[in-house]
């Protein structure tokens, strides 16, 4: 694995590039209660960033990338061709920023070739404006916008268009020295899902000078995407695939125990309807095919603690729990996505050497695939003031994350374990 990196910034421009390769990666997919699997032979992206200050209140950005990577087929020992995919992709903004006041104009594209028999191509474009007032202790911000989406692959006769829209409003008012409201409202319409009415009411109390609860009623709208609906050369066409809409609510009490400890608790309950999901081997197809569910509900908590224990030492440790489950149209309800998750982590501060290590595990999932525990470590050594070291390892402890048997997914696995040296040097 290779990756280097180059950044230039003066008053008005900065740039940057970055190309990263890496060859014989192991395992990347695995299929479904089948033998065969994939590996990864050769990754290469290079990446490029522009940033360019027009005047004081406008400003224009630029992004591109392009990914290259090929694999291998293993059918019960023996390698066969695979795939190969080459993804373009170009994103530009213009922004204008005057006080409260801010207004940008966008696009974006992606190219997408897999093998030889896809082609995808895709473009959006669209604008963004918002500006706040100040009406007595009432602080008022109002915005709008609009994209148009555009995409079409080699097994579509047209491309997929679709418009949309929203118009909203958010306030914040400090009622009192030790509360605030915020209402809010979202128009939001979507070209063939229709459109959602979706209001926001939060308050925020304080109980002491580190000591804060708030609670929080919302009603969502994702539509789905284009991809979604209109399928690709590997996914079934859905033009039915309605948008997803539903109410969440939140509780939650934040407490600065100390200078360095923080707590948190989160209480949250959602009732979504339609909710999009994916289904592999359609029917038989062997395609995937995104649908909706008739319905969906999780409620569960999560709690999390932090500590600075010394100038030296500190850590943070995380747990939470749900209960996901879907209903069809048909059908009871089923359990979906895993139960509980934890996470935790460990930073070590010292002089000019600084080390952190990150775990996450899921557990209690469906379709009794075992729990998932992924582990990570980052080094960072200053050497001088413009120089350092950075060492990483990913996936440290080497594990599978192989999920077989689920009608929302199957075959993902973390990547194999590797590290990474990098060397930095600041001008």
Known sequence: KFKGAVNVATDKLQLSYSRQQSKDRGFVYKNSGAS????GDKLEKDSLNLQYAISDNLSLQYMYSKKVSDCSKSVKGTYQPGFHSDIKYNFGQLRYVND???????FRNRDWKYNTSTHQKGHNYGADLQDKFQLGKTEL??????????????????AAKRDSAALFFMTETE???????????????????????????????????????????????????????????TQLMNPDLKAENGWN???????????????????????????????RNYNGSGKSMFLNANKYRNTGVEVSYEKAASEKFSYNVGVS??????KLAKG???????????????????????????ANYMAERINGVKPMLDLNLNVKQQITKNDALRFAVYNLLDRDDIRTGSSSGTGAMLEERNWMLSYEHSF
């Open 36 to 39: 065969n699997y994939y590996t």
């Open 175 to 233: 009622v009192s020295d030790k509360t605030k409201i915020f209402l809010g409202a979202r128009e939001a319409y979507v070209e063939e899902s229709g459109s959602k009415f979706c209001p926001q009411f939060q308050v925020m109390h304080s109980l002491g000078t580190d000591d804060n609860i708030y609670l929080n009623v919302n009603r969502s709208m994702r539509a789905p995407h284009v991809n979604e609906q209109w399928g690709t050369s």
């Open 321 to 326: 729990y749900g209960n996901p489950e879907q």
């Open 100 to 106: 409260d006041l801010q207004a940008t104009v966008f």
């Open 332 to 358: 009871d309800w089923q359990r979906v996505d895993f139960k509980l998750g934890l996470h935790a982590g460990v930073g070590y501060n010292l002089g000019k050497t600084n080390a952190n290590i990150y």
């Open 141 to 158: 911000t109002v915005g709008a916008n609009y994209e148009n989406e555009n995409t079409k692959n080699s097994t579509n006769v047209e």
């Open 249 to 279: 609510y939140e509780f939650g009490w934040k407490k600065k125990l100390a200078a360095d400890e923080l707590f948190k608790v989160n209480l949250y309950h959602m009732d979504i309807n339609d909710r999009i999901y994916s289904q």
